[in-house]
């Protein structure tokens, strides 16, 4: 079987990461590289790439057409509307779902002076970075996780917003600054790799082996939420599910570009109910005015 994946450090170590483990359940397979439109344009914001799911739809492309049978991605770069003929075959065991502030002093976000500037490609970490700190500056941050490292170094800027789970898989252990999710919550699915396949096919029915149910639960709901929210992956949007004994924590919250205005829920929920009350909390979000600010975010970065 053809694992196709992007061609950066990260998503190589993760389509690694799922070759090793179908080989454990006695499965071959052999990995091809496919460059996307995300890759392609470096010197632009992610907003800005025309289409939906800039490092996805190249890949689903080539699944189509049948020639890949696996495409491994980091999940949050997944659109909640997927093509029919594809499934979401398994979601591995979730990593770090947090953000993380890599300086160039070792300082914590409260202790960074008046006016820093700080780089991240994400609304979301924008949006609430400003509503933390209105004084901080922000400045658009592409390149893989060696060139965000270097532009840091070299005093670019003084600190730079980062995935904690992308450092995991790389086993770089830095000296980063965790971030708290209920001032910071993470976008949905933010952590996790998802292997998708056709659907109904051999690939498909040797990589559900991989499935964590978990992970898989959690995940979901994220999606239902910021799925009825609509937007797509680039607005500022976040939702995080934990499971909590007989419950699952659901924190999400939808703001403005600028961080000035948001709303949010954060609530338990019953397990055996949970996805009606994910909806419900969804919903929530919209009676709130949801909508309204993701509206206001897809216009403005659309240039209208």
């Not at 080989?23 to 907003?47: A, M, Y």
């Not at 025309?50 to 890949?68: K, N, Q, S, T, W």
């Not at 509503?131 to 490292?149: E, F, Q």
């Not at 976008?187 to 898989?216: F, K, M, Y």
Request: with cysteine; aromatic share 2%.
């Amino acid at each position: 079987m053809i694992i196709g994946t992007r061609g950066s450090a990260l998503a190589l170590a993760q389509a690694d990461q799922v070759a090793a483990m179908l080989k454990q359940h006695g499965f071959d397979t052999e990995r091809k590289i496919i460059k996307t439109s995300g890759d392609s344009f470096t010197d632009r914001p992610l907003h800005q790439i025309p289409g939906v799911g800039a490092f996805v739809r190249e890949l689903d492309d080539r699944m189509l057409d049948g020639e890949i049978d696996i495409a491994v991605h980091s999940m949050k770069d997944i659109p909640t509307e997927r093509p029919d003929e594809l499934a979401i075959a398994a979601v591995l065991k979730r990593d770090s779902p947090l953000d993380v502030l890599l300086t160039r002093d070792g300082s914590t976000l409260d202790e960074m002076p008046q006016g820093a500037t700080i780089g991240t490609t994400s609304m979301r970490r924008q949006a609430q970075l400003l509503r933390y700190r209105p004084d901080l500056v922000i400045k658009d941050l592409r390149g893989n996780i060696d060139t965000r490292r270097r532009k840091v170094a070299e005093g670019q800027y003084d600190g730079i917003l980062l995935a904690e789970a992308g450092l995991q898989r790389m086993g770089w252990e830095l000296d980063v600054h965790r971030l708290d999710p209920d001032h910071f919550c993470p976008s949905a699915n933010q952590g996790t790799i998802v292997v998708v396949t056709p659907e109904g096919t051999e690939a498909h029915r040797a990589t559900a082996l991989l499935d964590h149910p978990q992970s898989n639960l959690e995940t979901k709901l994220e999606r239902i939420v910021i799925g009825i929210l609509g937007g797509g992956c680039l607005v500022p949007i976040a939702a995080f599910a934990t499971t909590e004994g007989n419950g699952v924590r659901i924190r999400a919250e939808v703001l403005s570009l600028d961080g000035d205005r948001y709303v949010k829920v954060d609530e338990v929920v019953p397990l055996d109910n949970c996805e009606v009350e994910a909806r419900r909390l969804g919903h929530l979000l919209v009676d709130r005015g949801g909508r309204e600010l993701v509206e206001e975010a897809v216009e403005k970065l659309s240039g209208i």
